[in-house]
């Protein structure tokens, strides 16, 4: 006598091979009750080699008739086995891909049956390093686990508890490992983010700045961890009454959220090894091979164009080695935190006149037009979206006091001219205020040297021999005499540029559509914008009418309450932001029916909102260069399951249509009768 639960294939890395345990004199509930410990199912074949060649035979029987993994479970009385039970087993993402891939190999599915068993968001398990499951097991039953946050950033990093950018820097600098820890981040803390192994904040939904930076750049991050204390004047983290101090040891989970004490051993990914470390060759990698097979299949069947958020030419390269078919958004802004930028940008800010203003310019057209050389040929032909500046200018400077008196410094101004200035920049709700394109029509000068940069780097990186295709993206467009305000400046300074250069440059000159006005009267705004471009993480905020940083208090307990399904921050509301989308698509292209459209927002790579950008026919999705892999496969599911659904009210129209027929000739015999 004696119960067992087995898999017909390998639940952990998906081998063909017959797994599973039992025990003897025992019910079912004692083999996954823990309270015994069972025998491996291949010792079966020892001690009663007539059971276990049943077991074999009924093992291949429902392989063939359901053609998926099966967790079945069984029992032995008195010698004979009775099959109790069968269900989908459920598997880890490297067992979910090599069992599909096996599974088209040996003829029992499709490419297609194939892909739409596979979850997009289980390929974060193999391009991210994780933590080893028996470690982390035992760090949490040792009571290491610290507190839990929001998920923001997949992968898991160790590191020693760092508290600003500067100190990030010098920690790498000496060759630590490091976790940045704020209660927010800011443009300010780019660099110590780039030297960070993960980033950990207090504050902040799944589209806060650290949230989107860190999937940006391919870090680790845990955000929103309310329960963590975090003091910068003590340099520690209080939690559930642990502390924890600068340069001790933490780890942390960016795919569940989990934050533990110490560290915590982590698995490479034999992807990144392949594709970006350049460490692994394509044939010494089995879970690479799986992968790029399943990818080829999807960029078989999809119709959606994948493009990627990047601001540097590393995230480019990056994004292409992963798959991404061009840039769907620079943010011009972030490249002012870079090496003897801030500076000029400072200048600029500080500025009481224009002829000021176009002085500091001067000094920043030579860098923005370096960092966009360089984005252009790490694309290499492909499509590249620039948005020009969004954020308002109290994010480029100082508010501490000693930063000012610095900065005063270092221009030769007083610290109450810096201090003043700083003040007068205060806004009440600055996601509403004096940004994007509002900065660029108040001082044009700052959209013209943009454009002459993006221009001039273009025409240089053209008459090299290298393929350049810009797209000027005028961010936050309410109105369309806004977009024609800043359109004009575009083409003016392009113009300008192609005959100075004698060169033709093929660009175009679009706009993000990320408030409800814009969305609303698309129709006008296509007249002039040669593209869109659904800024959804600002076309959230505006239409829900919540702020994404500070939303992180109550939209959990939302969700748990079902107020909404999903995070709106995280999939698309498609009930409200989703029906904005639609009338946009409709308004837009009603004006312009060739109108390029695209979305540039973080659900850019979340798969259900890849799957509703598929529905409104758009062209493309832009996401984190991390994603892209999941967008792609997303996208591919999004086409097969809208061409199976369109057979399936294809065949239904057709049986309507057949019972009408035969209805109206029952009525029409009867009648005759």
């Known amino acids: 006598m004696g119960s067992g639960v087995a898999f017909n294939r390998d639940a952990s890395n998906g081998e063909n091979i017959f797994y599973g345990e039992y025990l003897t004199n025992a019910q079912g509930e004692n083999v996954v009750s823990g309270a015994r410990t069972p025998q491996p199912i291949a010792d079966l074949a020892r001690e009663n080699p ?41 598997r880890t993402a490297f067992a979910a891909i090599k069992i599909a891939v096996d599974m088209v190999k040996e003829k029992l599915i499709s490419e297609k049956e194939a892909l739409l068993r596979i979850e997009p968001d289980q390929l974060n398990q193999l391009l991210r390093p994780i933590f080893d499951p028996s470690e982390k097991r035992k760090a949490i039953d040792a ?87 975090i003091d910068y004047l003590k340099r520690e983290i209080q939690a559930d009454g642990k502390i924890v101090r600068e340069g001790d040891y933490i780890s942390i989970d960016g795919t569940t959220g989990e934050v533990l004490l110490g560290q915590v051993q982590t698995r490479p990914s034999e992807v990144l090894q392949v594709l970006l470390d350049r460490t692994l060759r394509p044939s010494e990698a089995p879970v690479y091979q799986e992968y790029a097979r399943m990818m080829n299949w999807a960029d078989k069947y999809r119709v959606l164009k994948i493009r990627t958020n990047a601001d540097q030419p590393d995230q480019a390269r990056t994004a292409v080695a992963f798959g991404a078919e061009g840039i769907g958004l620079c943010r011009t802004e ?70 000012q008196r610095e900065l005063a410094l270092q221009m030769g101004i007083s610290y109450e001219k810096v201090h003043q200035r700083v003040e007068s920049l205060h806004e ?20 013209e040297m943009q ?10 990186v053209q008459r090299r021999g290298i393929k350049v295709e810009p797209e000027v993206m005028i961010p936050l467009v309410g109105n369309v ?55 959804t993480n600002d076309l959230t905020q505006t239409t829900l009418g919540v702020s994404r940083d500070d939303a992180g208090r109550f939209l959990v307990p939302y969700v748990q309450m079902e107020i909404y399904s999903k995070d709106p921050f995280d999939a698309l509301d498609r009930e409200g932001v989703g029906e904005l989308m639609k009338i946009a698509v409709a308004k837009g292209r009603s004006s312009r029916p060739n109108l390029k459209i695209g979305i540039c927002g ?70 005759r009768t």
């Not at 948005?387 to 200018?393: F, K, S």
């Open 50 to 90: 007539k059971i276990y060649n049943q077991l074999e035979k009924v093992r291949k029987i429902l392989e063939k008739h359901y053609r998926e993994m099966m967790d079945i479970e069984f029992t032995i009385q008195q010698g004979k086995l009775y099959m109790l039970q069968c269900r989908v087993g459920k």
């Open 602 to 671: 973080e659900h850019g790579g979340e798969p259900s909102s890849v799957e509703f950008c598929h529905l409104l026919q758009q062209d493309y999705v832009s996401c984190s260069p991390f994603r892209v892999p999941i967008a792609r496969l997303a996208a591919a599911r999004a086409a097969i399951k809208n061409v199976e659904s369109s057979k399936t009210n294809s065949k239904k129209s057709v049986r309507k249509k057949v019972r009408k027929t035969k209805k109206s000739k029952i009525r029409a015999s009867k009648a």
């Open 451 to 460: 454009s002459r940069a993006i221009f001039e780097a273009a025409s240089n």
């Open 334 to 403: 972030h490249m002012f935190f870079g090496e003897g930028k801030i500076g000029p940008m400072r200048e600029m800010i500080l500025a009481d006149t224009k002829e000021q203003r176009r002085k500091a310019l001067v000094k920043l057209l030579p860098l923005q037009r370096r960092d966009f050389e360089g984005i252009f040929e790490a694309m290499g032909g492909r499509p590249v979206t620039i948005r020009t500046i969004d954020p308002p200018l109290h994010e480029f400077v100082p508010h501490e006091e000693s930063a």
């Open 481 to 535: 005499k806004e977009l024609d305000h800043q359109a004009t400046i575009v083409k003016a300074v392009a113009d300008e540029v192609m005959k100075k250069d004698n060169v033709r440059l093929n660009y175009l000159v679009g706009t993000m559509i990320e408030v409800p006005r814009g969305a609303l009267t698309a129709d006008e705004i296509a007249k002039t914008a040669e593209f869109f471009s659904f800024g």
């Open 143 to 229: 009571g290491r686990l610290l507190a839990k946050g929001l998920n923001a950033g997949p992968g898991a990093a160790c590191g020693r508890v760092v508290f600003n950018a500067p100190d990030a820097e010098e920690w790498k600098r000496r060759g630590e490992k490091i976790i940045l820890t704020r209660i927010e981040t800011s443009p300010e803390d780019i660099k110590g983010m780039n030297a960070a192994e993960g980033i950990l904040t207090g504050r902040g939904g799944m589209t806060s700045h650290a949230a989107l930076v860190a999937r940006q750049m391919g870090k680790v991050c845990v955000a929103g961890c309310s329960a963590l204390q």
């Open 428 to 447: 009440f709700n600055p996601m509403l205020g004096f940004r994007g394109c509002r900065l660029g029509i108040i001082y044009p000068e700052i959209t």
